[in-house]
């Protein structure tokens, strides 16, 4: 099975088009405003409108009031909710679309027991531990703290670009991964040519090159 891709951050449609043209599977748009990233419902809507059908959608919260959910998913139609805050199984569950939940690898985190509690969603995403940093912080984690059983079922985020993807689904073997800045020309500003280049990775790795 080919690994997923998905672009986080954008904020033009001219970087959503770039990365659908290179072969992302998913594209992800911020809706957390201290996030470089952020963007608003009415531009994010904007872009999904312009993208071709078979691309998921992809809307970020970080402790979202529901009322901003509710208005993100009217106003742009979205298809997957990501929470990455503290959001529990009932509350990701509320707006009546699929949802996926961010983990991240802080110390000591019990990665079979929170896959079990969120089981209900589409998935989990693993992502990098800075304290008091939601996401989006260019660092890697040790993937050998990865179960092997639950590896397969996860999307890898956290530190990635073109040079270390290869590595990343070597070591191992995720559903999809997600990058945001480790393709950027700037904060929200993707890199046409590092979008490229990290989809040919990807790619490359899954045929073993």
């Known amino acids: 099975m080919p690994t997923r891709v998905k672009i986080c951050g954008i904020t033009r449609v001219e970087d959503a088009l770039t990365a659908v043209a290179a072969g992302a599977d998913a594209l992800g748009f911020v809706f957390y405003a201290p996030s470089p990233r952020a963007i608003d419902a009415a531009r994010a809507g904007e872009i999904i409108a312009q993208l071709p059908p078979f691309v998921t959608t992809t809307a970020l919260f970080v ?30 569950e509320r707006f009546g679309r699929p949802w996926i939940k961010a983990l991240r690898m802080k110390p000591g985190v019990d990665l079979v027991s929170e896959c079990d509690r969120y089981a209900r969603g589409r998935g989990i995403l693993l992502d990098a531990y800075r304290p008091g940093v939601p996401g989006g912080t260019g660092e890697t984690f040790d993937w050998e703290l990865i179960p092997a059983d639950i590896a397969p079922k996860i999307t890898l985020a956290g530190g990635l670009n073109p040079e270390n993807i290869k590595n990343a689904i070597a070591a191992v073997r995720p559903y999809a991964v997600d990058v945001s800045g480790g393709v950027e020309a700037g904060k929200g500003i993707k890199s046409p040519e590092l979008v490229k280049n990290f989809v040919a990775a990807v790619r490359d790795a899954d045929c073993g090159r």
């Open 63 to 92: 402790d979202p009031e529901p009322e901003l959910i509710m208005q993100v998913v009217e106003t742009t139609g979205v298809d997957l909710l990501q929470f990455h805050g503290k959001e529990d199984p009932d509350f990701c």
